[in-house]
């Protein structure tokens, strides 16, 4: 499973791709928004992260009428041939996703995925990703973790057409431990990326290292 930071930080990006703990990001207006203070030139931030990582950078749109998310998301394209146009599961955002992929080639990652129904209309239009989304599933009471394991099995049918499974709203790394048996990728804060490491037995399993080592050599 490969590990997508979900934000626009430059900084944590950079840091991240330097390390190689990244192999994607992914971000969106109100991430940047965020960060920024603002979304003026929130392109630019998109193209700086693109001469960053070689690898796929999903960039949302702000429209929800099919026109708009076209005309939008042939601009987000036009930045960096790196971009994904991130698109919502709605009517008009499969609309899109099919004008996008059918008759302009360019790629796309169907984003607010709740049910395996969506994920397969955001199949058969053409997307390149399905972004299902863990936390708040987990929050109006459905499991997150089991949806990706549903649009997966729902795939397996036609593994030549289908979507990458780009596993998002992650909050933890035990939904990062539990999504890798079944995504493709996983999108996560810089932070949860970190406390991967932080685990109780790497924490006290190095420090009883060093302490052997300097009693080793006096």
Not at 7 to 15: H, L, V
Not at 18 to 44: C, E, F, M, R
Not at 104 to 125: H, K
Request: hydrophobic share 40%; proline share 4%.
């Amino acid at each position: 499973m490969e590990i997508f930071a979900d934000t626009s930080d430059i900084d944590e990006i950079q840091k991240l791709w330097d390390g190689g703990l990244i192999q994607g990001v992914t971000t969106n207006p109100s991430i940047i928004a965020k960060q920024y203070g603002t979304t003026n030139n929130w392109h630019n931030v998109i193209k700086e992260i693109c001469h960053i990582v070689n690898g796929p950078i999903s960039a949302e749109v702000t429209s929800t009428e099919v026109g708009e998310m076209v005309q939008e998301g042939r601009e987000l394209s036009e930045i960096h041939e790196r971009v994904v146009v991130k698109l919502p599961c709605t009517p008009d955002g499969v609309h899109a996703c099919k004008v996008l992929t059918t008759y302009m080639d360019i790629r796309v990652n169907m984003t607010l995925c709740f049910s395996v129904a969506q994920a397969v209309l955001a199949s058969n239009a053409g997307a390149a990703f399905i972004s299902p989304f863990i936390g708040r599933m987990d929050d109006v009471y459905h499991s997150g973790v089991n949806l990706v394991e549903q649009i997966q099995n729902a795939y397996l049918n036609d593994m030549n057409k289908a979507p990458k499974i780009l596993a998002a709203s992650i909050r933890s790394v035990e939904h990062l431990n539990q999504v890798a048996q079944y995504a493709d990728i996983a999108t996560c804060p810089p932070k949860i990326i970190w406390k991967v490491f932080e685990h109780n037995l790497t924490v006290s399993g190095l420090k009883q290292f060093s302490e052997d080592w300097k009693k080793a050599n006096g």
